[in-house]
């Protein structure tokens, strides 16, 4: 009987051993930019207005608006329409996947545009071209004029089905525009599209303006501003343009933040050479003091859920980096290397900080893990600062000033933006210089 | 009716003779050892020749003195043949060239195409030649032993219990899908990332049915990254078939699977 069990055991072991499939480990890949093709989307022979449509190229337009942002991510390579090979209503029925895939593509977008009732209707398919199937369809209707927003809310949705994360693409940068000489600086509130398009001036340009930043509506802007000055923090609602001052504060406030649910604005109050971190209700208008040191605090950031801020304060004697609870409590500094630093930004993933670095007459931009740990230095220049994150914790922008040669010519201040790995470092086309740049979060949610 | 029967008779004769003169030819071309043996070879030479040829020769010289005729492997073949033009007969050499096939499958001698991809390992440590050499003897040994038991003359197609790939073709492998796998990078790395992927293979590498075993993870709620991740991974394996497996041995590796893990590459 002994005998038969342990023969049974070890057929059974013999014949598992032989069936055991080979395992083979896949832990690294590449990080090159996935080969993407955007077919022009067609307009439909149905629509209202069919000739003008077509004379005015919408669907080319759409595909190119989508196709340079997958190109400003880095993260994809749309290839060249010269090498399609469908026509893009064929395409979009059903692609024939053997034939884009000779041209090396990945995945393919294509697209129809419909007017009709005065309303225009876009609808896109992303296809997986190796797998050969659909992976995504949606269709958006709106009022015509707003055609470039649905080619950016099209490349959030394609973003985030193939990248796991959730776009930008349908966002707005808020940012400081200047004008003129670097000692008789016109400086003026601005706002763009985050690809540089439709930029619209918010004030005259009369009085210095300083650090605007988005309330998480994206409909209030919170900056602060020279007026009569008098240094102090502004409210500014972009749609109807009226203007108020944020707290009765007896002297200078600057460097405002809205709290992520925008229920408050948190600030620093200088007074007599020394200024704390304060925030405000913005509905009772009830005005609490976080910080109360000796130091400078200022530059106050929440985290994306409420219960920290980030600060930089010079209390150990140069300036540094701090975190502590939202009511202030277990402050704790979280920078120690050598150099100074300032502009603490909490990611909206929670995970980094964005931080400004001054080291040996030199600026980073660079992020650290919350606790200070991690730090990385994602670029290097001779002047840049005030790091702000896209709405998905990928992309930082900032501003980069270049040095006057001794007539005082040549200074320049541009936006600059860098992905969190230290790749991808773009220029952010503007009308006239800029700086304090701030990314709203997605206009559509 | 004789006449018919003749026809007949030779007609049979003639298709018995063609299907025996042909049908041999058609068994016997599959069976054929793969020509990539005489490239290896030439590699084997040059590396063994280089290093120690001064030494060998003296060896060979000290051998020789002993035992004219003891033929060392290490000794240059123009040597040979200027020392000894009266001999080289066939037979004699045919056995040399076997011998050094043989040793040839020990991995010391990893192709160099082979060791250049497997530098992603290399930081991992050991000197994989080295396993791969220990491995690749026990199974040589095994196969041995398996010849001298059951008399199975075909080598490692009929060889069940050594279902593995060695160091270097797994190397080759991976190294293929590297380059092919584009790792989406918005993924949460401080989730589990593993997608598992079973393939079945056809002989010259292509896939016939790709597989994600874990399946269900795909539709779960708030797993979105996982579709993501299995997604990228199924593109990698079908932009890189036919895949880089063993020219031998399809019984061994028909069906194969992929674990796909990008955290310690999205932790930077």
């Known amino acids: ?445 | 009716m004789s006449r018919g029967l003749i026809f007949s008779f030779l007609f049979h004769t003639l298709v018995i003779f063609i299907t025996a003169m042909t049908l041999p030819f058609m068994m016997r071309e599959p069976i054929d050892v793969p020509p990539i043996v005489s490239v290896e070879l030439i590699q084997i030479k040059d590396k063994t020749f280089i290093p120690y040829a001064p030494k060998a020769r003296k060896i060979i010289e000290k051998v020789k003195d002993d035992n004219k005729r003891v033929v060392s492997e290490q000794a240059p073949p123009s040597a040979k043949a200027k020392e000894k033009p009266d001999r080289i007969p066939l037979p004699e050499d045919k056995k040399e060239t076997k011998q050094i096939v043989k040793k040839k499958q020990n991995p010391e001698e990893i192709k160099p195409q082979i060791r250049q991809s497997s530098e992603f390992e290399k930081e991992e440590l050991f000197d994989t030649n080295e396993i791969a050499a220990l491995i690749d003897k026990a199974k040589e040994e095994q196969a041995e032993t398996q010849k001298k038991n059951s008399q199975i003359t075909q080598s490692n197609v009929k060889t069940p219990f050594a279902k593995a790939l060695s160091l270097s073709e797994e190397d080759a492998l991976r190294a293929q899908i590297f380059g092919c796998w584009s790792v989406p990078l918005g993924l949460p790395y401080d989730k589990d990332l593993l997608v598992r992927i079973k393939l079945q293979l056809k002989p010259d590498g292509r896939i016939l049915k790709a597989e994600i075993l874990d399946h269900a993870r795909m539709n779960t709620p708030g797993q979105s990254f996982y579709k993501i991740l299995a997604e990228s991974a199924l593109r990698a394996v079908r932009i890189c078939q036919p895949l880089k497996v063993p020219p031998t041995g399809y019984d061994r590796w028909k069906d194969l699977q992929l674990n796909f893990d990008p955290t310690e590459m999205l932790k930077g």
């Open chain 1, 1 to 445: 009987m002994k005998k038969t069990i342990i023969i049974f055991i070890f057929f059974v072991l013999t014949i598992e051993n032989a069936f055991s499939l080979i395992k083979v480990d896949i832990t690294r890949g590449n990080l090159d930019p996935l080969p993407i093709a955007v077919s022009p989307l067609h307009i439909d022979n149905k629509s209202e207005d069919f000739k003008s449509l077509k004379e005015k190229k919408l669907g080319e337009e759409i595909s190119k608006i989508i196709e340079k942002n997958f190109k400003s991510t880095g993260l994809f390579n749309p290839l060249k329409k010269d090498a399609f090979v469908q026509k893009p209503d064929i395409a979009h029925l059903k692609p024939r996947f053997e034939d884009w895939r000779l041209i090396k593509a990945q995945a393919l977008i294509t697209g129809k545009i419909v007017v009709k009732d005065k309303k225009l209707k876009v609808e896109f398919r992303l296809w997986d071209l190796t797998a050969a199937k659909e992976m995504l369809a949606l269709s958006f209707t709106t009022t015509p004029t707003n055609w470039r927003r649905v080619a950016h809310i099209i490349s959030d949705k394609i973003y985030e089905r193939l990248t796991g994360e959730t776009g930008y693409f349908d966002t707005r940068i808020i940012y400081v525009s200047e004008k003129g000489p670097k000692d008789q600086r016109v400086k003026k509130l601005a706002i763009m599209d985050q690809d540089g398009h439709g930029t619209k001036y918010l004030t005259l340009g009369n009085e210095l303006v300083l650090t605007p930043r988005f309330n998480p509506t994206n409909q209030l802007v919170t900056y602060m501003s020279y007026f009569k000055n008098m240094p102090r923090v502004y409210l500014l609602d972009i749609e109807t343009g009226i203007q108020e001052v944020v707290g009765n504060f007896p002297g200078m406030t600057f460097a405002p933040r809205f709290s992520p649910d925008g229920k408050k604005i948190i600030m620093s109050f200088a007074k007599d050479g020394n200024s704390d971190i304060y925030s405000m209700d913005m509905e009772t208008r009830v005005v609490e003091r976080i910080t109360d040191h000796s130091a400078i605090d200022t530059s106050p950031s929440y985290s994306p859920d409420g219960k920290y801020i980030c600060f930089n304060s010079d209390r150990s004697g140069l300036q540094q980096i701090y975190t502590m609870r939202s009511d202030g409590s277990q402050v704790k500094r979280i920078t120690f290397g050598s150099g100074i630093y300032g502009t603490p930004v909490w990611s909206p993933r929670g995970d980094l900080i964005a931080f400004t670095k001054m080291r040996k007459g030199k600026f980073y931009i660079g992020v650290m893990r919350s606790d200070g740990t991690g730090e990385r230095l994602l670029t290097e220049n001779y002047y840049q600062e005030a790091p702000s994150w896209s709405p998905n914790g990928r992309v930082l922008i900032f501003y980069r000033e270049t040095k006057s040669d001794s007539k005082g010519k040549g200074f320049t201040a541009k936006l600059w933006s860098i992905d969190i790995t230290g790749y991808n470092e773009r220029l952010v086309k503007t009308e006239t210089d800029a700086s304090d740049p701030s990314w709203s979060s997605l206009l559509s949610k």
